[in-house]
């Protein structure tokens, strides 16, 4: 079994500085893949960012990086420079079996201007 | 728009009634997803198609669930006897199936539709 704890219901961050987003898990399968999802208010996922389980790097997407302890079994989302816009809801989620998604409750991020 | 489509976006129905979704995926795309998000929640896994089988199907999908995907492309999802509890966003996704490694970013990410909101009076 898989499970997704996102410990942060809501974060709020000043505009043009950097937040981080918490995500750990817990599964068993050895080979796996770590996403962070964002979801703003009109409803749809936008895929922001991927980590492998063998990838010896933290991934980094534009302002977005992964902050990936595996030993620790976490993968903290960090955005630098926030945006109004990266106001939305964001999910962590673990590539569960059958390559089905397993999210957390998520984390509602506010940035102010 | 070569992206996920998901119609209606909207639904409104009475308790009682019975409600389809329709999902179009990426083209290409042979893996469909079905997801159900509660306000406040993540979204939820409820079944996927590989092609046109369904392989599996989540707890959540009760018997008033039903999912189709009958040629291999568009997929409905079916909720008959509506109850008030239904009520939430039902998301579909897709993404294509390699042979490569797991490693690979674009072995993995699933593409999302935009929902359909359904409402149960």
């Known amino acids: 079994a898989q499970k997704i704890t996102q410990t942060q219901p809501g974060m709020f961050v000043q505009e043009k500085e950097a937040v981080t987003l918490d995500c750990t898990y817990d599964?068993?399968?050895?080979?796996?893949?770590l996403f962070w999802y964002k979801q703003p208010s009109s409803g749809e996922m936008i895929f922001l960012i991927y980590?492998?389980?063998?990838?010896?790097q933290n991934a980094t997407e534009g302002r977005y990086s992964l902050n990936f302890q595996k030993a620790r079994k976490s993968a903290n989302l960090v955005i630098s420079a926030s945006q109004l816009g990266d106001s939305a809801m964001y999910f962590c989620?673990?590539?569960?079996?059958?390559?089905?998604?397993?999210f957390g409750t998520g984390t509602r991020l506010k940035v102010l201007a | 728009d070569t992206g996920v489509s998901q119609d209606p976006r909207h639904k409104i129905t009475k308790r009682g009634q019975n409600v389809t979704f329709r999902c179009d995926p990426i083209?290409?795309?042979?893996?469909l997803y079905w997801y159900r998000q509660t306000l406040g929640q993540g979204p939820e896994f409820l079944t996927y198609?590989?092609?046109?089988?369904?392989?599996?199907k989540s707890r959540l999908l009760s018997d008033r669930f039903s999912a189709e995907r009958p040629k291999g492309s568009f997929s409905t999802l079916e909720i008959q006897r509506t109850e008030q509890g239904d009520s939430a966003m039902y998301l579909c996704?897709?993404?294509?199936?390699?042979?490569?490694?797991?490693?690979?970013?674009?072995?993995?990410?699933?593409?999302f539709g935009p929902g359909t909101r359904l409402t149960v009076l």
């Open positions: 980590q492998g389980s063998y990838d010896q």
């Open positions: 083209s290409e795309h042979n893996r």
């Open positions: 599964t068993s399968d050895p080979s796996y893949g």
């Open positions: 198609f590989q092609n046109e089988a369904q392989l599996e």
């Open positions: 996704a897709s993404r294509l199936t390699a042979q490569r490694s797991d490693r690979y970013m674009s072995d993995n990410e699933q593409f």
């Open positions: 989620a673990p590539r569960g079996g059958t390559y089905k998604y397993i």
